[in-house]
């Protein structure tokens, strides 16, 4: 049985209902529209069905691939509107790169019916963004969420494991109707959590208190210099001194060449800058912090996962290197 590219399945109580899924048989370009959004700069990338270097069948390992390197490259594909309120959202597909692509995306979008299909790229709004991006050392798995108009992008960044060319892996993301989600990088869990408390989707419960100040006596040097430390009598500061072994040079004309004056020379007495030895402050109070109050614009919410409209997938990305194959 052929399996399927970025499946999308809404999972109830009772059974699953696979909104999307791709095999990226014959006729897929019809399936799938091309972006134009960078084609007037010159910069929009091509796509093509691709099985890479290695695979087993041609018919079941092909997918979709980046095909020219330094460019934009984004495709999409629609199906019938639904929402993921008070259901289990699984979303599944596959990336391998056949080669390293020094800076660029490998994620995936997903987000409300696009009018224009042709026009999609960064400025689209979407709901879900999914997915490895790598630029020199920096590397990550991405998971945004859209939340009232902003992409909340999580505290700290998801294991990134787009290593190794030619080497597919398997991206799996469940959202769940608790707040929660898990994500999956070759059926191992990297993270299980919650959005509320590892996206900065609602505003803080506490803030610090505009009206408490830092009291004039308090302490915030932890190391003072010791007074009890004092700088040696013999301790030499003098890096330079003059040459006492100099003399003026016998053609020294003082009338045209002025006044001789001896060279200086390093001193061999030198020390270096004298620092007092540093102690710990017996007044110090520690860091100061304002004292929390409850903040008046902080509001729960409870639908934290919830999307209105599901309508789209694509992939909308940058790569130095293309040659990345998307399937599952």
């Known amino acids: 049985m052929r399996r399927s590219l970025a499946c999308i399945g809404s999972l109830g109580l009772a059974s699953g209902k696979i909104y999307f899924s791709e095999t990226f048989g014959s006729g897929w370009e019809s399936r799938w529209t091309s972006s134009k959004w960078k084609e007037s700069e010159g910069t929009q990338g091509k796509w093509a069905a691709a099985t890479g270097r290695w695979f087993t069948d041609e018919a079941e390992d092909s997918g979709i691939q980046t095909a020219e390197d330094s460019k934009f490259f984004g495709i999409s594909a629609s199906f019938d509107s639904f929402s993921n309120e008070g259901k289990e959202l699984i979303v599944q597909y596959q990336a391998k790169y056949e080669k390293d692509v020094e800076c660029g995306g490998g994620y995936l979008k997903l987000g409300p019916k696009i009018d224009d299909a042709t026009a999609f790229g960064d400025p689209t709004v979407y709901n879900i963004m999914f997915g490895p991006d790598k630029c020199g050392y920096t590397k990550r798995t991405h998971l ?154 902080y509001e729960d919410d409870d639908t934290v996962y919830k999307f209105a409209d599901f309508g789209f997938i694509g992939f909308d990305l940058w790569q130095v290197k293309g040659g990345t194959i998307f399937d599952n």
Do not use: C
Not at 220 to 241: Q, T
């Open 144 to 297: 945004i969420f859209s939340y009232k108009g902003k992409n909340v992008l999580k505290k700290s960044d998801l294991d990134y494991k787009q290593e190794g060319e030619g080497t597919s892996h398997l991206y799996r993301m469940i959202l769940k109707p608790d707040n929660t989600v898990r994500v999956e990088i070759d059926e191992e869990k990297i993270y299980e959590g919650s959005i509320k408390e590892d996206w900065e989707v609602l505003k803080p419960k506490e803030i610090p208190d505009p009206a408490d100040k830092k009291p004039d006596d308090w302490t915030d040097e932890s190391m003072i210099d010791d007074p009890e430390d004092k700088k040696p009598d013999d301790w030499v500061e003098e890096k330079r001194i003059v040459d006492t072994d100099a003399k003026k040079p016998d053609d020294w004309d003082d009338e045209e060449d002025g006044e001789w004056e001896a060279p200086m020379k390093d001193n061999p007495a030198y020390k270096g800058e004298w620092y007092g030895k540093r102690i710990s402050n017996p007044a110090y109070k520690g860091v100061w912090e304002a004292k929390k109050i409850a903040n008046p614009e």
